[in-house]
């Protein structure tokens, strides 16, 4: 389906052009027509298929040809779990909005919280932010989100598995229009906790699932080589990187310390490399995001602050160094590569350590894979076989007379469970401020 075919306003149309885009993936063509209708969406697809845009069009067409509810409060927010993922969504909103009147923000943890603040004194529009952060600005009446029309949840899955419900909670119940339209996307549906909060938040939703978010990403190219030790992972990823043409690469570690030690072992290779993890300060980790980006080096060694929100079409290769613990997050990692419709190469090491997390993977993915062998790096390490279940052997014994009891003991009372007292613990619970009141916005107030 071509995007000229939706409706769009030609402001929007006149940006997708620009940017080359001309043709609808899949989950465009199903969740754009629902939330252009103003229905509410829940809707799932698998990563590298565009729902960012699926969401963001939708939204600037609303704000495009609807009057807003309110003159000061922002007419659009999407929360997104992590910084990295925000500023690449804020990032592919400035280039819609390039031109037009329409401003937005990107509110994180990480930034300064003053500067966010003189920020949302300037009214803006759309509002891309973490949840933590922008209940932040709630509770210091910072911003009031009374008249917001649209509120966008982007990998809500992964927002729940950061602890970040209530703070989806209170945000949901701060922008309690009556009016408002929330479009709601994850990675899987089929989870008690997603379940729970999408009913919270969402009304009479239309349902949109394109594949799963296991289902196999037929851009990318999987391979799976067995490691004795971690000598045996460095001499296999050092032949793989230096044996083939590889435009970018992303390396996958499981420490922080690991993403140091392998980039400076990188580039006594001979390739360009920087390491990326979460004790970076902001500034650092957007620098090397936007150097990565650019091209200026050619591999990046990251934990899993990189496996969400990188977007980059010249990452033609991604290394696993080591499994994730979260077979879901082995999907997101190698979607890093094969994107835009290019193709990708996806290798995992499996070494002893990560022979439970591969057997996972497996399961998550409903999939066996066939591991690779190197012709003059074979390993000795064949995997480990499952534990035979052990058999309960029950003794019999001879019934043991009871003692006597002892005349002076006394039986001690069961400890009376203990309820938590939030004033004797000292902790407050979130209050939200109070309402700003304002008059409605005439039909004259905006063109």
Same mark, same amino acid.
């Given at each position: 389906?071509?995007?000229?075919?939706?409706?769009?306003?030609?402001?929007?149309?006149?940006?997708?052009?620009?940017?080359?885009?001309?043709?609808?993936?899949?989950?465009?063509?199903?969740?754009?027509?629902?939330?252009?209708?103003?229905?509410?969406?829940?809707?799932?697809?698998?990563?590298?298929?565009?729902?960012?845009?699926?969401?963001?069009?939708?939204?600037? @067409?609303?704000?495009?040809?609807?009057?807003?509810?309110?003159?000061?409060?922002?007419?659009?927010?999407?929360?997104?779990?992590?910084?990295?993922?925000?500023?690449?969504?804020?990032?592919?909103?400035?280039?819609?909005?390039?031109?037009?009147?329409?401003?937005?923000?990107?509110?994180?943890?990480?930034?300064?919280?003053?500067?966010?603040?003189?920020?949302?004194?300037?009214?803006? @529009?759309?509002?891309?932010?973490?949840?933590?952060?922008?209940?932040?600005?709630?509770?210091?009446?910072?911003?009031?989100?009374?008249?917001?029309?649209?509120?966008?949840?982007?990998?809500?899955?992964?927002?729940?598995?950061?602890?970040?419900?209530?703070?989806?909670?209170?945000?949901?119940?701060?922008?309690?229009?009556?009016?408002?339209?929330?479009?709601?996307?994850?990675?899987?549906?089929?989870?008690?906790?997603?379940?729970?909060?999408?009913?919270?938040?969402?009304?009479?939703?239309?349902?949109?699932?394109?594949?799963?978010?296991?289902?196999?990403?037929?851009?990318?190219?999987?391979?799976?080589?067995?490691?004795?030790?971690?000598?045996?992972?460095?001499?296999?990823?050092?032949?793989?990187?230096?044996?083939?043409?590889?435009?970018?690469?992303?390396?996958?570690?499981?420490?922080?310390?690991?993403?140091?030690?392998?980039?400076?072992?990188?580039?006594?290779?001979?390739?360009?490399?920087?390491?990326?993890?979460?004790?970076?300060?902001?500034?650092?980790?957007?620098?090397?995001?936007?150097?990565?980006?650019?091209?200026?080096?050619?591999?990046?060694?990251?934990?899993?602050?990189?496996?969400?929100?990188?977007?980059?079409?010249?990452?033609?290769?991604?290394?696993?160094?080591?499994?994730?613990?979260?077979?879901?997050?082995?999907? @997101?990692?190698?979607?890093?590569?094969?994107?835009?419709?290019?193709?990708?190469?996806?290798?995992?090491?499996?070494?002893?350590?990560?022979?439970?997390?591969?057997?996972?993977?497996?399961?998550?993915?409903?999939?066996?894979?066939?591991?690779?062998?190197?012709?003059?790096?074979?390993?000795?390490?064949?995997?480990?076989?499952?534990?035979?279940?052990?058999?309960?052997?029950?003794?019999?014994?001879?019934?043991?007379?009871?003692?006597?009891?002892?005349?002076?003991?006394?039986?001690?009372?069961?400890?009376?469970?203990?309820?938590?007292?939030?004033?004797?613990?000292?902790?407050?619970?979130?209050?939200?401020?109070?309402?700003?009141?304002?008059?409605?916005?005439?039909?004259?107030?905006?063109?």
């Amino acid at each position: 389906m071509l995007f000229e075919e939706f409706g769009f306003d030609n402001r929007i149309l006149k940006s997708m052009s620009h940017l080359g885009f001309d043709e609808a993936t899949e989950i465009q063509s199903r969740a754009i027509p629902e939330a252009m209708a103003g229905r509410d969406l829940l809707a799932s697809s698998k990563t590298g298929s565009g729902k960012t845009l699926a969401y963001l069009l939708p939204a600037l @067409h609303r704000v495009y040809k609807k009057k807003a509810l309110s003159k000061r409060d922002p007419r659009v927010v999407v929360l997104v779990p992590t910084r990295e993922l925000a500023k690449q969504v804020f990032g592919q909103l400035r280039l819609l909005l390039a031109g037009s009147r329409f401003t937005s923000i990107l509110i994180q943890g990480g930034e300064n919280f003053n500067d966010q603040h003189k920020s949302l004194q300037k009214d803006p @529009h759309f509002i891309v932010a973490t949840p933590g952060r922008l209940v932040d600005h709630l509770k210091q009446r910072h911003v009031f989100l009374e008249g917001l029309e649209l509120l966008i949840l982007d990998e809500a899955d992964r927002m729940l598995d950061l602890g970040f419900a209530e703070a989806m909670r209170a945000i949901n119940a701060a922008a309690s229009h009556r009016q408002r339209q929330t479009l709601f996307f994850s990675a899987t549906l089929d989870n008690t906790q997603v379940s729970e909060i999408a009913n919270e938040l969402l009304r009479e939703p239309s349902r949109v699932a394109v594949g799963q978010g296991f289902d196999e990403h037929t851009d990318i190219a999987q391979h799976v080589l067995l490691c004795d030790h971690l000598d045996h992972k460095e001499a296999l990823l050092k032949h793989l990187l230096l044996g083939q043409t590889i435009k970018q690469a992303i390396i996958f570690t499981a420490t922080k310390s690991d993403t140091v030690r392998l980039s400076e072992s990188i580039s006594q290779w001979g390739l360009t490399t920087q390491a990326l993890n979460g004790n970076l300060s902001q500034s650092a980790r957007n620098k090397t995001m936007e150097s990565f980006a650019k091209g200026q080096f050619t591999v990046l060694v990251s934990t899993d602050v990189a496996s969400r929100g990188l977007d980059i079409a010249n990452v033609s290769h991604v290394f696993n160094f080591d499994l994730p613990k979260q077979a879901e997050e082995f999907v @997101h990692r190698t979607g890093r590569t094969g994107r835009a419709g290019f193709k990708g190469e996806a290798y995992s090491l499996v070494g002893p350590k990560d022979w439970v997390n591969f057997k996972a993977i497996e399961v998550f993915l409903q999939k066996t894979f066939t591991t690779e062998v190197i012709e003059g790096l074979e390993p000795k390490f064949k995997g480990l076989l499952q534990p035979k279940p052990v058999k309960q052997v029950i003794q019999k014994t001879k019934a043991k007379a009871p003692k006597k009891a002892s005349k002076n003991l006394t039986k001690k009372p069961s400890a009376q469970p203990r309820f938590h007292d939030n004033q004797q613990d000292g902790f407050e619970a979130f209050k939200l401020p109070p309402k700003r009141f304002e008059t409605p916005v005439s039909s004259d107030d905006e063109d």
